[in-house]
């Protein structure tokens, strides 16, 4: 058994899983695990888990691992997972409430609550509007016995840091890809803003300290050690949110260089050199990138993937299987055969709300329905439209920063599978698709920033680009530009036409009382 310490392990605390990998410095992927994970929805707009959840999956996937591989060689841990949840914590760092995930919409009133110039001020300093502090809030009013307790507001990433290290709440940390969410940062310096604590009325001494990629923030516990496999005291390792951890793992790191991550919900990140927040539409979040000094425009299309499993659930294909991945392959073969456009069926895909921008009373629909149609015409719909929500995308970073050009699109996720999706998008943006070699890219991001913080890497970006590895290139067909062009223009209207019927929808739906309105099992499946 050797000395050396050359093995590095990357966890991603995801929505319907928490995965763990142990790879190589060179990237070579010893073992990996997954431990399943499952949210209650017990009110309408409710999404929420034990805390202690977070931390036994990150046990249980680590575990499985260690199993697998010398654990004497392994030199850190890197962290990285899902952002918009929140967890309060007592002095101690025990969670004195549930995870509530980003899914959770119960604070939307608090967040509609401040005024549009505070609105801009938020974004011009976080570059995104606020998730956390709202959720924050909620607490403090509707549960303030709770919130005495608390002495740090954390993200699930930050529990699970805390309780894998025996930490207390003097040891919160936030990552700083991640802090512009939180509401209460100045996101360029990393530092609390003090303003914004107080117009969200809380407390800056409940803000965990924000700190970089590559960051040591703990060591594992003995008590963790045990129940992982792994040695006490290996360091773990602050990594970029999932999002921009993917996009390290990707190779991501050049200005231009864009993502698109398809799974429970997709996202598009463009790599620029600027902070360019959009302060006056708000369609894109400007992040800080895992290496320090480039950002990332960020636009986020909520729970595409699980809508995805819902609709071939709810309307198979004859014959296709009982599995929803069987039935996925046989609805994209007939989608193939349904021209682009549709055949004049036009889809809004956020059914669980628009989050860029953020309007929570946007809801699913297809438009231009007619009798010829069948469930292959609606399912392509489906899939161009997130292609319309990217073009809109792309023209908003134009906008914020014109300097920041997409030249090129590196397909990860669940979604790069579905070569139909790819295609579409390729030619709805008219820039070629790279479809990335299989890989659990996020957990790479994270392994990357655990080598660096170990200091087995000297440069970050470079290992970054030197790791990825291509698959294949979809080049855009200009023959379909026309056809795309003219449907986009459709998609874009469809937002404000619909937008008195989703409000009155919306507030019909605030005040009902009963069964929730629960998504599909939270599984990362798309195309």
């Known amino acids: 058994m050797t000395e050396h310490k050359d093995v590095v392990i990357g966890i991603d605390l995801g929505t319907s899983a928490t995965k763990a990998c142990a790879f190589t410095v060179s990237g070579q992927l010893l073992a990996e695990s997954a431990a399943s994970v499952v949210l209650s929805h017990p009110r309408a707009g409710w999404a929420e888990q034990p805390a202690a959840v977070l931390v036994e999956s990150a046990l249980e996937a680590l575990a499985a691992v260690a199993r697998r591989i010398e654990v004497d060689c392994v030199a850190a841990i890197g962290l990285t997972g899902q952002m918009g949840g929140l967890v309060l914590v007592d002095g101690d760092g025990l969670a004195v409430t549930p995870h509530q995930s980003w899914l959770d919409t119960r604070a939307a009133p608090i967040a509609e609550e401040i005024s549009p110039d ?129 996009w390290l793992g990707v190779g991501a790191v050049e200005p231009g260089c864009t993502v698109d991550t398809s799974g429970t919900s997709n996202h598009i990140g463009i790599c620029g050199e600027r902070f360019s927040p959009d302060l006056e539409r708000q369609v894109l979040v400007c992040i800080p990138s895992g290496v320090t000094g480039l950002w990332h425009l960020q636009g986020y299309t909520n729970g595409t993937g699980l809508t995805h499993r819902w609709y071939v659930d709810a309307f198979p294909p004859p014959g296709a299987g009982e599995s929803t991945a069987q039935r996925l392959v046989a609805l994209e073969r007939l989608a193939a055969d349904v021209p682009p456009g549709s055949d004049g069926v036009v889809c809004v895909p956020h059914f669980g709300g628009r989050v860029c921008p953020l309007d929570p009373t946007v809801s699913g629909a297809w438009v231009g329905v007619l009798w010829r149609h069948r469930s292959e015409h609606l399912y392509r719909a489906l899939l161009e439209s997130v292609a319309y929500e990217y073009a809109c995308y792309f023209e908003a970073a134009e906008r914020v920063d014109p300097t920041c050009r997409p030249r090129e699109v590196r397909v990860i996720g669940g979604g790069a599978a579905s070569g139909l999706w790819t295609r579409i998008k390729a030619d709805v943006l008219g820039i070629p698709f790279i479809v990335m070699e299989p890989r659990n890219h996020t957990c790479w991001g994270a ?53 008195p019927t989703n409000t009155t929808l919306w507030q019909e739906r605030a005040h009902t009382q009963g069964a929730a309105e629960v998504p599909p099992d939270d599984v990362e499946v798309s195309g």
Do not use: M
Request: charged letters at 15%; proline letters at 7%; aromatic letters at 8%.
């Open 447 to 499: 392994a990357l920033a655990a080598a660096f913080g170990a200091g087995l890497l000297d440069n970050l970006a470079d290992a970054a680009q030197q790791s990825s590895q291509i698959r294949e290139v979809v080049d855009p067909d200009s023959s379909n530009a026309e056809i795309y062009g003219a449907r986009l223009q459709v998609y874009k209207q469809l937002f404000s036409a619909l937008s």
């Open 118 to 246: 505070d609105q801009r001020r938020l974004v011009a300093r976080c570059g995104a509007p606020a998730y956390l502090a709202p959720k924050a809030v909620w607490w403090q009013r509707e549960h303030p016995e709770v919130f005495q307790r608390t002495r740090s507001i954390v993200s699930p990433v930050g529990y699970a840091a805390l309780a894998l290290s025996a930490g207390d709440a003097g040891n919160a940390t936030i990552d700083w890809s991640s802090s512009g969410f939180f509401g209460l940062y100045d996101i360029k310096t990393g530092q609390i803003d003090y303003d914004l604590c107080s117009l969200w009325g809380l407390e800056p001494s409940l803000v965990p300290h924000v700190v970089p990629c590559g960051e040591v923030i703990g060591r594992l516990s003995p008590g963790c050690a045990e129940l992982s496999g792994l040695l006490s005291g290996t360091p773990i390792v602050c990594a970029p949110f999932d999002g921009p951890a993917g």
